[in-house]
């Protein structure tokens, strides 16, 4: 079974903080992708990190892959109040027919 | 609009009944996958289809199924539903090898009573 740890599972900081938000799992995935969540809506893909070691950068926010693409973090820099949402990792295994797996998820709220 | 269309948005029925979920997926997606969200359990994978055929199965349930039709669009269907089945339910489509990531549909809310 493949799982996806994500920690924290929730993180309340004030407007202009940074913060970091880590997935960990035993397995090794072809690529790691990250997506947000708001209230009521689909998740909506943020960022796809393919290979091992991989930085992506999107405005404020930087995703990494880990070197043995077991692991991902997603840091963000002066957090926003429109940051606020669900954030999860997911993990794509071609073996399993491009299912995803997604961790359990870090809700985060920026107080302004 | 994320291209992905699930309909109903809301649905309420009692324990026992049965009740199918609908999914036109985005233009040029030939796979479909379906997922329950609940609090304590996350997103849970359902199932897969993949240009009309079963490519992956999850935690599915035997009361549950699903299918793709000729045109691409999905169903899924409940029966005999339990209060434990209320959730919500997403629909989401990508290309073949989903390195673009899914597009998700913005879900159908089942509450069971």
């Known amino acids: 079974t493949q799982l996806l740890e994500q920690s924290p599972q929730f993180l309340s900081i004030q407007e202009g903080e940074n913060l970091t938000v880590y997935c960990n799992s035993s397995?090794?995935?072809?690529?790691l992708q990250w997506y947000r969540q708001e209230p009521g809506e689909g998740p909506v893909l943020l960022v796809t990190?393919?290979?091992?070691?991989e930085v992506k950068k999107l405005k404020r926010l930087t995703f990494q892959f880990g070197d043995a693409r077991k692991d991902s973090s997603l840091h963000i820099t002066a957090a926003q109040p429109g940051d606020t949402g669900l954030y999860l990792c997911?993990?794509?295994?071609?073996?399993?027919?491009?299912?995803?797996?997604f961790g359990a998820g870090t809700i985060l709220r920026v107080k302004s | 609009d994320s291209g992905v269309t699930q309909t109903p948005k809301h649905l309420i029925t009692a324990t026992g009944q049965r009740v199918t979920l609908r999914c036109s997926p985005r233009s040029g997606d030939l796979s479909v996958y379906w997922y329950q969200q609940s609090l304590d359990q996350g997103l849970q994978f359902l199932i897969q289809?993949?240009?009309?055929?079963?490519?992956a199965k999850g935690n599915i349930l035997e009361r549950f199924s699903a299918q793709q039709f000729p045109d691409l669009h999905s169903e899924l269907n409940l029966s005999s539903l339990e209060l434990g089945d209320s959730a919500l339910y997403f629909c989401?489509?990508?290309?073949?090898?989903?390195?673009?990531?899914?597009?998700f549909g913005s879900g159908t809310r089942l509450t069971v009573v």
């Open positions: 989401a489509s990508s290309v073949d090898r989903a390195l673009g990531g899914y597009t």
């Open positions: 397995s090794v995935f072809s690529s």
């Open positions: 997911a993990g794509l295994d071609y073996m399993f027919g491009n299912k995803l797996v």
């Open positions: 289809y993949y240009n009309g055929e079963e490519r």
């Open positions: 990190v393919v290979t091992g070691g």
